[in-house]
């Protein structure tokens, strides 16, 4: 993956791919949200709002549209006046703030038209192979009110509030990859725009953000002619809330090839700062970035307890780096070898993100690197016989093989897809009769049953024939194949015991994405900010596009 470029030894798959560790996880420059904006200002893209029907009560659509070197996209927005008792963060609501889609195109009329019959109702509505991405949002009642408030009287509205919120609506989904109707990400993936994962759901996210700011101000002076604009700097450290839960989490387990994709890039980024010199450059762009998530970590706030305790790691880790390097480093490596014995997982996964934050010269390639086609890793190679894929299960998957699965703690859970909205759920095993519906979401046991299969039948077996005996573990054989040629493809730990936490899952993905201010609700949904601190589009050109989400 990583050329010439001299590098040190990875992090092994066990080191890396469990859960706690992965629940720890920071945004770094490899996240889609910093793809997509260094795309945005090396390319030039331009963004017009080139419509504002929006009335004095916030009622209407708008279209923000963006030009990029190969075509055009539009984000369409539908903005209502919920009433309070129907607005709920939970998948199960029926009707939101705002509703958006990402059009492939300049929507005419006619099209208009279809997307205001369809839009507002998300999954009740029809979507084509014109839409890219499906969203919808909800305002943060109070800081909403309160900057509308402000800014109609002519003043600010107060930093602390907006620091404690952090957004000003908050999306409960974001949509795309075919989902009810939408276009196939294989329709798209070749246009280099839209080539890195899920750019057309970042994009759709940071034109939100624009949304959410206009309407605030459209609503101020509505109020009042007069009003003031939302300052600058103000604005810039407003991001978009999402609230997410498990439907998100089985992400990491269902997409194996692409998950490998996206560690390896991650773990090659490290290897090669680990084998270059620290120059006076790079030194003190990485203290202006821990200086920054030092400041971030004290206003990062969390209701949970075991957030909690995460933010005390972390804020003790920053501050023993802080004292650890303040007469300067000799070597990255050094470094990052203290950390593994000094700091918490918290601790060195940040080191990890402010060890990249200097070196976007030498590792910023490694997002070309990302995507996957997850088709040509799904074949099951049936001429290798089932003595070497039982050997092959040995590394990926001892743990599996030496786990007591007949212990119910084991297996105290199971993984079902809900009926009514198509979205993964998790049940207590003992408590609900749905093991007829149980989803492929546990590889650990799954794979240990396979490997207690194959040592009946003859080595020299072809793993075709033993399939067509017994087809059940035709997943779990995929799976082994996988993991020996994707080495960071699989969770090393087991997704189906009863003190597993989602949330660890959910944090990886959300990582990836480029999410901040993780803040669990339970173990099972979170609430992130997303874009906080970016440019906004009408000065992603006038500012640096890729020093925001670590100040440096």
Known sequence: MDGMLPTLTLRP???????????????????FMRILLRRVAAEGWKVTRTLWEIDDRGVGRAVYEVQTPERTYSLVAFASDLPDHLRTDRVIAEAWDAT?????????????????????????????????????ANRSVRLFAHVIDALASGQQPSVRELESVGYLMRTTAVYGSGKFGLADRE????????????????????????????????????RNPRAARLDPDLRRGLGVGNSTGLGMAPFLLSHPALIHHWMEAREVALARVRSVPVTPETFAHFRRALDHASRTALVWRSSHELQQAKLQDLRADLARLKVRTADGIADWDELWQWAEDALSLEGQEVLLALMLEPH???????????????????????????????????GPYGWAIDTDWSAPETTARLWYVSAEKLEPRLAERADEPLEDYEQPLGPGRDIARLHRALADWPAETTTAEFLTMQPQHRHAVRRVQIAARYPYAEVRDNTLDAEMLPIDLLRAKLSFFGATRFDPRSDRWVRISMFQGAPFPDEIHARPADTWMYGA
Do not use: K
């Open 13 to 31: 798959p066990e080191h890396v791919m469990r859960l706690a560790r992965m629940g720890s996880f920071h945004a770094t420059r490899l996240s």
């Open 187 to 222: 329709a798209y993936c070749g246009r280099p725009a839209l080539a890195s994962p899920f750019q057309a759901e970042m994009l759709t996210v940071w034109l939100i953000r624009a949304f959410t700011v206009d309407i605030v101000e459209h609503l101020a002076r509505a």
């Open 360 to 394: 976007g010269a030498l590792v910023d390639d490694l997002a070309a690197t990302m995507a996957a086609d997850e088709e040509a890793a799904f074949a099951i190679d049936g001429r290798m016989n089932v003595g070497a894929l039982s050997e092959m299960i040995a």
């Open 100 to 136: 958006f889609a990402l059009y492939d195109g300049t929507p005419d009329a006619e099209a208009l038209a279809r997307l205001q019959e369809n839009v507002p109702f998300q999954e009740a509505g029809r979507m084509t192979e014109r839409e890219l991405t499906l969203s919808r």
